[in-house]
């Protein structure tokens, strides 16, 4: 038995071949141990890795353009670092541009490694993500609540779903992968979200729970414990108050508590991911934060009731 079947797992889902070149980028805050078991699993298997630590630790609406040249001579690149650089034009540029295969797996562990989301089978991941997608295509309106008093309803501009197969050049997504997204009509998120998983900058909430109220697609309150967090980041930078997209796990390998993105992959759960939304091909640029809460149910019109577990 494999000690870290996940390391082998991204090469398969990468279609990472003898020889390439792989650039991790990451930072000094993550965890060494998870980047060096990937390492050591793309160098046993004939493929040529290399470590940058010098992403920046704060937040920054762009990797430095110092980092670009370095970044064309890779065959792949995985941004791995202790926050999401997804947002940025310089991995837009590297998959649409350079036909690079890019993936993130931001606050990657060794734990991830070993058993969880990154282990699925990814065809049936794929399959999940298929068959969800199209009971929400061609809907109009979307009302999701859940038992922790979420209650909110949005009007459907588009519906796509990862699979976290990125084996073609110019492809990329998140690893672990799987989920299916909305992206909703500008201005039409209304009501309630009660974030009971986790959620970023927060980690993991067990009882600790987030309450967000939304009106015409932004935030105007935020309640709870530990509200204040989240209301000193709007402040900071409104943009963050914006509604960006909702979105349904279909991964039911994923293990709850280990990171934010694993949390959001897994059946069962769902999030709101909170600014930036232009990869979606939206304008609202800054940070995107995702809250993730669990057992949400989806009604649709004429009352279609769904549990997406």
Request: hydrophobic share 35%; proline share 4%.
């Amino acid at each position: 038995m494999l000690q870290y079947p996940g390391a082998e797992t991204i090469i398969d889902l990468l279609g990472i071949r003898h020889n390439e070149q792989v650039l991790i980028l990451s930072d000094k805050n993550m965890e060494a141990d998870a980047i060096a078991v990937i390492e050591q699993t793309f160098s046993d298997y004939g493929a040529f890795p290399s470590i940058n630590w010098d992403l920046p630790l704060e937040f920054c609406d762009e990797i430095p353009n110092s980092f670009e040249p370095l970044m064309q001579g890779f065959d792949v690149i995985i941004l791995a670092a202790s926050q999401s650089w997804y947002h940025t034009n310089a991995r837009k540029k590297a998959k649409y541009e350079w036909k690079k295969r890019v993936v993130e797996c931001y606050g990657l562990v060794k734990e991830s490694l070993v058993d969880g989301a990154l282990v699925a089978d990814y065809d049936q991941v794929a399959q999940k993500g298929e068959e969800i997608s199209t009971i929400l295509t061609g809907e109009k309106l979307i009302r999701i609540v859940s038992e922790r008093g979420t209650d909110f309803t949005c009007s459907i501009m588009e519906v796509g779903y990862e699979t976290g197969q990125y084996q073609t050049p110019g492809s990329g997504g998140n690893l672990p992968g799987g989920e299916v997204y909305i992206m909703p009509l500008p201005g039409s998120v209304n009501g309630r979200i009660i974030i009971d998983v986790s959620m970023d900058i927060y980690g993991s909430l067990d009882e600790d729970v987030l309450g967000i109220d939304m009106e015409n697609g932004k935030i105007v309150n935020v309640f709870g414990d530990n509200s204040s967090i989240m209301q000193d980041i709007i402040q900071k930078d409104h943009r963050v108050a914006h509604i960006a997209e909702i979105a349904f796990g279909t991964n039911s390998w994923s293990k709850l508590g280990r990171s934010i993105l694993e949390d959001e992959k897994k059946l069962g759960t769902a999030h709101v991911g909170f600014g930036n939304d232009t990869y979606m091909g939206g304008k609202n640029n800054g940070p995107h934060y995702d809250g993730v809460f669990s057992n949400p149910r989806v009604i649709l019109d004429k009352g279609k009731e769904f549990l997406f577990g």
